[in-house]
Every structure is written in structure tokens, then in C-alpha cells.
């Protein structure tokens, strides 16, 4: 079945700790993305890719880095995980040309003690 | 940058009663589009429904349907014969039209709640 995918769904951790959050989607599409949502309020982009070997920054800034090496993988990555980066991170991925719906993961709600 | 707004932060129903969410926005493009976005507690977030910018018709979608104001930028929501299912937070989203903006911009969000 075509899906979007998200590992793991809920992480507490250590601060300093390094940390990969798996994506993953089924559907082919070229275009995914990175959203960071904290409780209860918008949804904020911060890396997007457009196709293999392409990333790029959202509009929120962040310290994650992201790679995209395979067109169905897109994980995003923290060095060293602080507090701050308590958030809820979705996935989403999207055809290109004129399809122009996002589908989205289910989440990773991160929790940086 | 185009910049969607929320107005209501919050909104009630009645099972089975009608109620309609708010959503403005600002571009200065003439060539978009605009979602609705449902996101159930934990659950994951999926589109409601869209309307493209250059058609005219009111898109709608079976209890779910849309009133699309281009001049006046407004892009409202409205649930017919609400149901408890209903129950979720609603993002009001914009999209360009420029095949490389496929970027969304949320507002804020409306949390719903539906009484039985």
C-alpha cells in the first residue's frame, strides 16, 4: 500500500545526543518535506528536498540537516539534541508537476531532556 | 511572502449542526491554491479539501465544502451534518502556483470540537 512512513513515533533522549529521524514514503513521489509543529500551533517548514542529491532550507531556521540520497528516504538529522528542539517533526512528500497535495507521515513528537 | 491567518482559535458544534471555520490569507500571485488540512489527536494530518485558484466554482467535497472570495482573500470552511469524527485540529494552507514554490504555509490552526 502507498504510504508515507515515520520512525520512530515518540523519542525521549538525553541532551547531546545525536539523533535520525527515519522518513520514508511509498508513493514515488520526487518532492518531501520537513515540518516542525510544536503543541497545538502551526506547522513550520524547515528542509525540503525536490528530487535525489537536492535539499534545501525552509522558512524556519533549524539545526537539523537532512539528506536525500534515495527518492524514498529523507531523514533528518540533530548533532546534538538540546531541549529546544522539543517538538513534534512531520513528513510529507508530494508529486511533481501539477499534483500539488502533500501527504503526510504520521509524526515524531521529540522530547530533549 | 504570503501569510495565511486563522482567526479562531477555537469553534463548537452540535452533532449533526453546521459550522463554518475562517481563513484569510495575503499573495500577491493570481496563480495558487488552497487546502484544508484535518489533523485528529495523534493521528496523522490529511487534506479535507482544495480549490485552485482560477476556477470560480465553490470546491466541495460531501459534508465538506468551501466559500473561495478571491478579491476579498478568504477562504472559509464549512462542515454540514457535523459529526463526532469531526473532532480535530483544521489548517487553512497556501500553496503557489509556481511549479518550484510547492511550499505550504500553514495558519495557525482551529481546534474543533463536536458535541454529542
Known amino acids: 500500500e502507498a504510504d508515507i512512513y515515520q520512525t520512530p513515533r515518540y523519542l525521549v533522549i538525553g541532551t547531546g545526543k545525536k539523533i535520525t529521524l527515519e522518513c520514508s514514503q511509498t508513493?514515488?513521489?520526487?518532492?518531501m518535506y520537513w515540518y516542525q509543529q510544536d503543541p497545538g500551533m502551526e506547522l513550520h517548514l524547515i528542509h525540503y528536498?525536490?528530487?535525489?542529491?537536492?535539499?534545501e532550507k525552509g522558512d524556519l531556521s533549524s539545526e537539523s540537516t537532512v539528506s536525500r540520497i534515495r527518492t524514498e528516504h529523507f531523514p533528518l538529522t540533530l548533532e546534538s539534541a538540546r531541549p529546544s528542539h522539543t517538538s513534534q517533526y512531520l513528513c510529507?512528500?508530494?508529486?511533481?508537476?501539477?499534483?500539488?497535495?502533500?501527504?503526510f507521515g504520521p509524526g515524531t513528537r521529540l522530547t530533549v531532556l | 511572502a504570503q501569510t495565511v491567518t486563522q482567526s479562531q482559535p477555537e469553534m463548537s458544534v452540535q452533532e449533526a449542526e453546521t459550522v463554518t471555520l475562517s481563513c484569510t490569507y495575503d499573495?500577491?500571485?493570481?496563480?495558487?491554491?488552497l487546502f484544508w488540512y484535518k489533523q485528529p489527536p495523534s493521528r496523522q494530518m490529511i487534506l479535507v479539501i482544495r480549490?485552485?485558484?482560477?476556477?470560480?466554482q465553490n470546491a466541495t467535497e460531501n459534508r465538506f465544502s468551501v466559500n473561495f472570495q478571491k478579491a476579498a482573500k478568504s477562504f472559509s470552511l464549512k462542515i454540514s451534518d457535523s459529526q463526532l469524527g469531526d473532532a480535530a485540529m483544521y489548517f487553512c494552507?497556501?500553496?503557489?502556483?509556481?511549479?518550484?514554490?510547492?511550499?505550504?504555509?500553514f495558519g495557525a490552526g482551529t481546534i474543533l470540537r463536536v458535541k454529542s
Open positions: 510529507a512528500s508530494s508529486e511533481s508537476g501539477a499534483g500539488p497535495e502533500q501527504f
Open positions: 508513493m514515488g513521489h520526487d518532492k
Open positions: 528536498s525536490y528530487g535525489v542529491n537536492s535539499t
Open positions: 499573495t500577491s500571485e493570481s496563480d495558487y491554491y
Open positions: 480549490q485552485e485558484a482560477y476556477k470560480q
Open positions: 494552507a497556501y500553496r503557489s502556483g509556481v511549479e518550484y514554490g510547492n511550499k505550504l504555509v
